[in-house]
C-alpha cells in the first residue's frame, strides 16, 4: 500500500466526516448522545474503579476476556450499520474516476473507525483511569488504553469487510434478502432454543465463561493488563499474542478493497426481475365499491397505498408495535381491570388497520412528494389514507366481532356497537397517525434497509418515529376509556348506577367512544391537513 493511496485514503475519510458532521449538525440527539456520553463515561470510571479495588482482593478468572468478547462482538456490528449507512451515500461515479479503488476502500475504513473512536474514546478513557485507580497501577491506564485501540480497529476492520461481503451476496443471491429478513424477524427463535437447551444440559455460566476466555479476541483483555502481575490475573504470553492479530487487518483492507471492486465495477446494476407496473387511475374493485362517494384524488391515494403496501408492507409489520403495545400494556389492564376481553378485540383491529395504511404518509411518498404537494390537495392526501384503512378495517371488524357475538352471551345491540367501536377506533387511529406523521423533518429522511426488498425504503432514523408512534398509541387509548371503564364491574355495578341496568351503561360508554373517536378523528384530520399544506418544497 502506497503512500499515495494513504493520502487518497485520508481525504477521503476527512470529506466524508465533514459530510457526516453537517449532516448532523445543530440536532438535538447529537447534543443527547454526548450528555449520554459522559454519563456512561463517569458511570463505566466508578465501575472501573470498583472492579479494580475487587481485584487486589479476589482475583477475577474469566470477567476481562469476556468482557473485551462483548466489546469486540458490539464494535463489529456497530461498524457494520456506519459501513451501510456510508456506504450508500458514497458517490462511486466520483471516486473510480479520480482515486483507485484501494483508496476508496481505506478511507471508508478510516471513516468508520473515525466515528468509532469518537463514540469509545471518552468512556475507554474513564474506563482506563478507574481501572488504574482500583488497582494502583498507573501502567495499566496506558496498556488498558491501548489494548481497547488495538481490539477496536481489528472490530472495525472486520465490521466493515463483513458488511461489503453481506451486500454482494444480496446482490447475487436473488433469496438472499428473504433469508435474511426471516432470520431477523425470527432470529429469537433459536435463541430460546439454545437457552432452553443450556439448561437441559446443565451448562453452567462457568464453563461459558470459561470457554469465552480461551477465544483469541480475548487475549485483547490480557492485553490490558499485561503489565500488571501482582493481581495475580492475566496471561502476558496470551496479551502479547493478541498484537500478533493485528497482522490481520492489512488483510482485511484487502477484502474490502475485493469487495468493493466487485460491487461498483463487477457485478451488474440492473435487476433481472419484471416488476409489473399498474395504473392508479384505473378502474377497479375500489373504485366500483366507492365511486361517487368520494373524490377521484381521494380513492387514487387510497389505491395507491394498497398497491406501495403490497410491494413493500412497512404499514403491515409496524403492526407489531400495536401487538408489543397491547400485549404490555392493554392486555394487562385489562385481566387487572375486570374489563371483558370481548372489547379489546376491534380495539385492536382498529389500530392495526389505522396504522398499517396511515403511518408514515411523507416518507413513503418521499420520492414523489414534490408532485404529490402540487397535484392533490391535503384533504386528499388525508382523506385517502382513512379510506385505505376504513377499507381493510371495516370487513375485519365486522366479520370478527360479528362472528365472537354470535359465539357468546353479549347481546345483539351490543355487538353492533362493539364494532361501531371498532370502525370509530380505526379511522381515529388513521386520522392521528397522518396528524402526527405529517409533523416529521424532511431533513431527517433518510435511506434505510428494510425486511423483503431492495428497494431503498425511506424513514426518519432515530427515537422520533417510536415517539411518534407512541403519541398514537396514547391518544387511541385515551380515547376507548370511556368504553373501558363501561365494561368493568367496578363501573357498571356501582351503588349510584343502581337504577341502571347493565346493558344501558355499557351501551352507553360504547356509544361515547364512538362519539369521541369520531370527534378527535375530525381534529386530526384537520390537523393533518393543515400540516401538509405548510409543507413547503426547499
Known amino acids: 500500500m502506497g503512500r499515495a493511496t494513504i493520502r487518497d485514503g485520508i481525504r477521503i475519510a476527512r470529506v466524508e466526516w465533514l459530510r457526516h458532521r453537517r449532516e448532523r449538525n445543530g440536532r438535538w440527539s447529537e447534543r443527547l448522545l454526548v450528555a449520554a456520553l459522559f454519563a456512561a463515561a463517569v458511570v463505566l470510571g466508578v465501575g472501573a474503579f470498583a472492579a479494580g479495588r475487587v481485584v487486589t482482593t479476589t482475583p477475577l478468572a474469566n470477567g476481562i476476556g469476556l468482557f473485551a468478547s462483548l466489546l469486540f462482538v458490539a464494535l463489529v456490528a456497530r461498524s457494520g450499520s456506519m459501513t451501510h449507512d456510508r456506504f450508500e451515500r458514497l458517490n462511486e461515479t466520483f471516486l473510480l474516476t479520480t482515486v483507485p479503488t484501494r483508496a ?175 395504473s392508479l387511475v384505473g378502474d377497479g374493485p375500489l373504485e366500483r365499491l366507492l365511486a361517487g362517494r368520494i373524490s377521484r384524488p381521494m380513492l387514487t391515494v387510497a389505491r395507491e397505498r394498497f398497491l406501495l403496501e403490497r410491494r413493500v408492507p412497512r404499514g403491515l409489520l409496524s403492526t407489531g408495535y400495536v401487538l408489543l403495545f397491547v400485549g404490555v400494556i392493554l392486555l394487562p389492564a385489562f385481566v387487572f381491570s375486570g374489563t371483558a376481553a370481548f372489547l379489546l378485540v376491534p380495539i385492536v383491529l382498529g389500530m392495526a388497520a389505522g396504522i398499517t395504511f396511515a403511518i408514515g404518509p411523507l416518507e413513503v411518498e418521499y420520492r414523489t412528494l414534490p408532485m404529490l404537494l402540487t397535484t392533490v390537495s391535503g384533504r386528499a392526501v388525508v382523506g385517502g389514507l382513512v379510506t385505505a384503512a376504513l377499507v381493510v378495517g371495516v370487513p375485519a371488524v365486522t366479520l370478527v366481532v360479528l362472528s365472537l357475538g354470535l359465539l357468546g352471551p353479549v347481546g345483539a345491540a351490543e355487538t353492533i356497537a362493539v364494532v361501531l367501536v371498532g370502525v370509530a377506533v380505526c379511522a381515529c387511529t388513521a386520522a392521528t397517525t397522518a396528524a402526527i406523521d405529517m409533523a416529521v423533518d424532511r431533513d431527517d429522511v433518510a435511506t434505510v434497509p428494510f425486511f423483503f426488498t431492495s428497494i431503498p425504503v425511506y424513514a426518519e432514523t432515530g427515537a422520533r418515529p417510536f415517539l411518534r408512534l407512541a403519541g398514537t398509541f396514547a391518544v387511541v387509548t385515551l380515547v376507548s376509556i370511556p368504553a373501558m371503564a363501561g365494561s368493568t364491574a367496578a363501573v357498571y355495578d356501582h351503588p349510584t348506577l343502581r337504577a341502571v341496568p347493565t346493558s344501558a351503561v355499557r351501551l352507553g360508554s360504547l356509544l361515547v367512544t364512538v362519539l369521541l373517536a369520531l370527534v378527535v378523528a375530525t381534529i386530526a384530520f384537520r390537523i393533518a391537513v393543515r400540516r401538509y399544506r405548510a409543507i413547503t418544497l426547499n
Open 104 to 278: 476508496a476502500a481505506v478511507g471508508l475504513v478510516l471513516f468508520v473507525g473515525a466515528r468509532v473512536a469518537a463514540r469509545v474514546a471518552l468512556p475507554t478513557v474513564s474506563v482506563a483511569i478507574g481501572a488504574a485507580l482500583g488497582l494502583q497501577a498507573p501502567v495499566l491506564a496506558v496498556t488498558t488504553m491501548v489494548a481497547i485501540a488495538a481490539l477496536g480497529s481489528l472490530a472495525v476492520a472486520v465490521g466493515v469487510t463483513g458488511r461489503l461481503a453481506a451486500r454482494l451476496v444480496g446482490m447475487r443471491i436473488a433469496r438472499a434478502r428473504l433469508l435474511r429478513d426471516l432470520f431477523l424477524m425470527f432470529a429469537w427463535l433459536p435463541l430460546l432454543i439454545g437457552w432452553f437447551v443450556i439448561r437441559e444440559v446443565s451448562l453452567s455460566i462457568v464453563d461459558l465463561l470459561t470457554w469465552v476466555d480461551v477465544q483469541p479476541v480475548a487475549w485483547f483483555g490480557d492485553l490490558a493488563i499485561v503489565g500488571v502481575r501482582s493481581a495475580g490475573i492475566g496471561d502476558p504470553v496470551r496479551g502479547l499474542a493478541a498484537v500478533g492479530l493485528l497482522a490481520a487487518i492489512p488483510l482485511l483492507i484487502g477484502a474490502t478493497t475485493v469487495l468493493l471492486r466487485r460491487i461498483w465495477e463487477t457485478e451488474p446494476t440492473d435487476s433481472s426481475h419484471r416488476s409489473v407496473s399498474r
